[in-house]
Each structure stands twice: as C-alpha cells, then as structure tokens.
C-alpha cells in the first residue's frame, strides 16, 4: 500500500511505501521563510512534521520521480535501486536538472555483506586489488561513493574561455558547446545498480520509459520554468522544437526521442549511451557546432567507485562526498564549529549564527584555493581535517567582530544553481543520497538531436581566469584549471549520518550552487545539535556565506533582532531568495523510517493544478 501526501498546492512531493504515512510528534514551532508559505509540504500545522513508513521511502523534488523510485522499492528494489529509478525518471519529469546529459555523486549504505565484491565491482574499481578498494565497513554494513561528475574534454585547455580581451567570454562558456563537459551521469547511475542494486537495470528504468513515451501532465512548476528559459532553448533548434512554446499545466508532455535513449541504456547499459546511435548524434552535433566531445572522450569516461570521507561529529560518524565534491567542506565546518556551545546560544540566534558564518568564510577559503579533482591535483584531505588545522581556523574567529574578506587572502569558487537531489531509505534500513546537475537550468539550453535530451555546461564550473570574480561574485583559483580529462570542482555533498553505534540514521543533501555546503551542513545542526525534528531541521530558515562577496544572505524568517545584532559585528546581512531543497530521510531506532520534502523550491512557485 502506498500514501501520498498533497502540499498546499496540491503537488505530490513525498512517497512513501508501506502501511501508511502517518504524522509523528509536532516539531518545534520554527516559521519557515515567509516567501516560501506556498511551498509548504503539508496543509497546516502538520507542516512540520516528517512521515513514516514501514517499507521504504522516496524523498524527491518531482512527485512522479518519486512515485517511479517507490514503484522500485515495492517492487523489492533497494535504496540505490530506488535511488536510480528515481534519477531516470527525473531525467523525464524534471528536464531542468533531471538528466541524462549531467553529472552528479551518489552516498549508499547497504546492510550486510557487499554486493559488489562478489559481483567483481571492486577488482573493477581498484585496477585489480580490491584490498585497497573504496568501500568502507559501518553499522554491519558497507558504505561507498559513487563519483560521477563529468570531465573535460581531451581537447580542453585553460585558457579556452577567455576573449581577445583576456576576460572570461561567459556566452562560450556558459551557452555554446564548448561549456558541455563529457557527461557522467548515465554512467554513474548503471554502475551504481549494477554493483549494489538488486533487481535488472531494465526494471528499474521501467518507469522513467513510461513517462517518457506515454507522457505526464505538465505541472505549473515546469510550464514556468520552461517559459523561464525560453530564451536560452529558443535559441537551439532541437530544443526549441521539444519545449516550445511551454506547454499548458495539464497538458500532456509525450517525449518519444528520450523514451528510444532510455531504452537503449535498459537493453545495453551505459554502453548504449557511450556507443552506438546516442553517441553517435552527441558527437556529430559537436562537430557541426564546435563542441570538443568526441568518441574518444565518450569511450574512455568512467565513473568511480571512491571511498566516503568520514569524520565524527559529537560522537556521530559523518560520510559523505570526497573531491571533487563538496563533501570535505562541510566536514571542515562540523570540525570548526563542534566546540561551540551553540544550543545553548540558541537556533539562528546572532551569538549562534556569527561563528557560522566566520566558519563558512574560512573553509570556503580553503575549498577554493587548495581544491580540485584529487586524480589531476594534489588534495591535502588529511591536514585540511586535521584537529590542529582546524584549532588553527577556529582561532581566527573573533568572538565579537566579523573578519573582513581580504583579511582572510582567500578566493572562492562556484557552482551553478539547477541541480536536483533525492533520498531514499529501503526496508531494510539502506540509505542512497544522489545529487545530479546540468549546472544552469536546462544547461546550456542545448539538446541532442534525436535523442531527447539536454546538455549540461559544466565547463563553467572549471576556473577560467584564476583569482577573477565570476558572475556571482565568486573567486575561484587555480587548483581548479581547465585541462583535459579532469572532474571540476562541486559543491554537491549527498550526506549520511550514523548513530554512535554504527547504525544508519540520516541521508541528506540538497541542490543550490555554492550554498549546497552550508545548506547541508545547517540541516545537520538543526537535527543533531538544536534537536528539531527532520522536517523542523530542513524548514528552519538558512544563512549562507562564502567570503566573496563579503556579506551573509539570509532567508526570510531570520529575526530582526539577529540581523541588527550581526550588523554591529561587522556583518553585511542581505536578505536571500530561498536556498536549497535539502529532501532527507531518518532510520529510527525502532524500526521504519522517516522523510521530509523540503518546503522550497528550485524552480518556481507550486500553485494549485
């Protein structure tokens, strides 16, 4: 039996697969941000609270999606089997940041012995000694990353973006086919089920075939954002031709082309993305339009299987991603801001949100300066997480004042805002956390022609004019450069956390660009430290900051009285469209589990169908 609940708007955001969803203990009274009141995941005062299910559950920003990942898991399917059913379907339903085009990583913790040692996965992934493998034993139980994220072409170079001025040319990077990255994403999803799902590829794909070629009914949400970008899609004939003009809420958005790739993977796996009919139309589009992927580039990507960064945090074991994934900044940050007493400074109270925001400034000036792909560039994991390293930043906070940015002789990097991220919890307590991005909506607004679906521009991502700002503001550095074959630098940071114990306990993640990270990392306070519930821990409003540009933006909700306080420390306090969608999930101790759909949105408001 399966329950759904209904937002405000009447939008399917969460699955849940068992008995039935019902609501637990009201959270802590915390007030969203007024902007987002649309958005609310359930009708009421009920907002508040995560629900349950004794089998499994799908957390998920498309409703569909989540249906297509609960589907799976009714079916017998675990976490990553959901997870990618999920992921598919998304590439249907959420063409914005679902994708088959993109990139992403996925966290996965499975009970019990590992399946992919029997299945050869870790021999594969290891160059053939599977002692020194990526897996890591917790809980009676086996943990791994899977790292997806695309990589330069073999003709990228450095300076490619840059005009005759010597300046960043963002049209070429952002908007042309030399942004397009070699995707990863199919590849990662095939070798994630393939080493840890349970059931066939082509089960797990059933649903996302079905969308795809017997269509859905266009949402506001998605009729908006496609009217959004029309611009950047009208400009690519085959784009223009699959999304304008943006169909009417209802109507029913068939998509044949995709429907035939999907099947394609189904039958042969990534080989049918990476050979064949679909990389023969991605690479003859680049040759007519002066993108650089080849055959060459499409044969020689892989996916790795990689080993989670972990950390504790009061007595809690952390994973979560490694470089290039966002993942060891937030652990920088949970080790920053550990010693200070902040429940008792109290939930976004200024005593408690101005060591945050210092800690933030901090590690992001040690993400961008020192950070990149780990295979191109060395990556000093072991002293950024240090316990002196870490002392040595929490010493530089002054307890009173804000440091100023130039103070801190930092550069910082980015990443685009449209990406997309899912949880999953199994019955038998396996979590999945997967996180995917095309980068901007829709990417580079460019699509393959016969094939269905849309380009990623994650070139961007790479430092194009080291120590310059970007159009956000950002300063990146050189650690991250362009050059052939590399993984650009990501903020996206799928989390897992255990209880003491070693049993599994949270997934987590979320969408958002550069405020991924401090998206996360608040969650994580909210739940471990201030004891809100999941669905209080993800509604409370959120700050972020990132030391360029110097100020914190805030979401609506942070109290006036805070933000005054944070402006006598020396703050510069901007208030911020909503940040994230940190859809999570919770194992209980005693059985069944917990999720919540983030009340924000990334892609417009949700109104009533």
């Known amino acids: 039996m399966s329950a759904v609940r209904r937002g405000a708007a009447g939008a399917v955001l969460l699955l849940l697969v068992g008995w039935g969803a019902v609501p637990l203990a009201r959270a802590q009274a915390v007030a969203p941000p ?189 009729s908006d954002s496609l009217a959004a970008a029309a611009p950047r899609l009208q400009a690519d004939p085959v784009s223009r031709r699959l999304f304008l003009p943006p169909p009417v809420p209802g109507t029913r958005l068939r998509q044949g082309e995709l429907a035939a790739s999907l099947r394609r993977i189904a039958a042969e796996g990534e080989r049918g993305f990476y050979t064949g009919p679909v990389a023969d139309a991605l690479v003859g589009a680049m040759e007519r339009g002066g993108g650089l992927i080849t055959h060459s580039d499409l044969r020689a990507y892989r996916a790795q299987l990689v080993r989670p960064l972990r950390r504790e945090f009061r007595g809690h074991p952390v994973l979560t991603m490694p470089p290039p994934g966002g993942g060891l900044t937030l652990l920088q940050l949970l080790g920053i801001l550990e010693p200070f007493d902040l429940a008792a400074t109290g939930l976004n109270a200024a005593a408690s949100l101005h060591p945050m925001a210092e800690a933030m400034n901090l590690a992001y000036r040690d993400r961008n300066a020192l950070l990149g792909d780990p295979d191109q560039v060395p990556v000093p994991v072991e002293r950024l997480l240090s316990p002196a390293h870490l002392d040595g930043l929490r010493r530089r906070i002054d307890p009173r004042r804000h440091t100023p940015a130039p103070a801190l002789e930092a550069a910082a990097a980015r990443e685009g805002t449209n990406t997309t991220h899912l949880s999953v919890a199994d019955r038998q307590g396996g979590l999945a956390a997967l996180t995917t991005t095309l980068n901007f909506p829709y990417g580079n607004g460019i699509s393959v022609p016969g094939m269905g679906f849309l380009l990623n521009n994650e070139m961007d991502d790479f430092t194009a004019l080291p120590g310059s700002a970007n159009a956000f503001g950002l300063r990146q550095g050189t650690a991250n450069a362009i050059a052939p074959g590399k993984r650009p630098l990501s903020s996206m940071a799928p989390t897992l956390v255990f209880r003491p114990d070693g049993r599994p306990w949270l997934a987590t993640g979320s969408p958002g660009g550069s405020r991924i990270i401090t998206t996360i990392l608040q969650v994580l306070l909210n739940r471990m430290v201030h004891g809100l519930n999941l669905a209080g821990a993800v509604a409370a409003p959120r700050i972020h900051s990132q030391l360029w540009p110097e100020r914190i933006d805030a979401e609506e909700g942070l109290s006036p009285d805070s933000r005054r306080l944070l402006e006598a420390m020396g703050h510069s306090v901007r208030r911020a469209p909503a940040m994230g969608a940190a859809n999570s999930v919770e194992v209980l101790a005693e059985g069944g589990s917990l999720g919540t759909v983030d009340p924000r949105r990334a892609e417009g408001p949700a109104v009533a169908e």
């Open 34 to 222: 007024a902007a987002l009141e649309s958005n609310v995941l359930l009708e009421g005062e009920q907002r508040f609270r995560p629900q349950w299910s004794a089998r499994g559950l799908v957390a998920a920003q498309e409703p569909l999606a989540s249906a297509a990942g609960a589907a799976i898991l009714r079916q017998g399917g675990n976490a990553v089997d959901g997870a990618v059913a999920t992921a598919f379907a998304l590439a249907v339903t959420l063409p914005q940041a679902g994708n088959l085009g993109g990139g992403g990583f996925l966290l996965l913790w499975l009970p019990g012995p590992s399946p992919a040692r029997q299945r050869g996965c870790l021999v594969e992934a290891s160059g053939g000694n599977p002692a020194a493998g990526p897996e890591l034993a917790i809980g009676g139980g086996t943990a791994v990353a899977v790292n997806f994220r695309e990589t330069a072409p073999a003709a990228a170079t450095a300076t490619m973006f840059l005009g005759p001025d010597g300046q960043v040319d963002r049209a070429r990077a952002t908007r042309s086919l030399l942004s397009t990255a070699v995707p990863g994403s199919v590849a990662g999803l095939a070798l994630a089920q393939r080493c840890y799902g349970r059931l066939p590829l082509a089960q797990v794909m059933a649903p996302a075939i079905r969308l795809a070629d017997q269509g859905f009914p266009v949402s506001r949400e998605l």
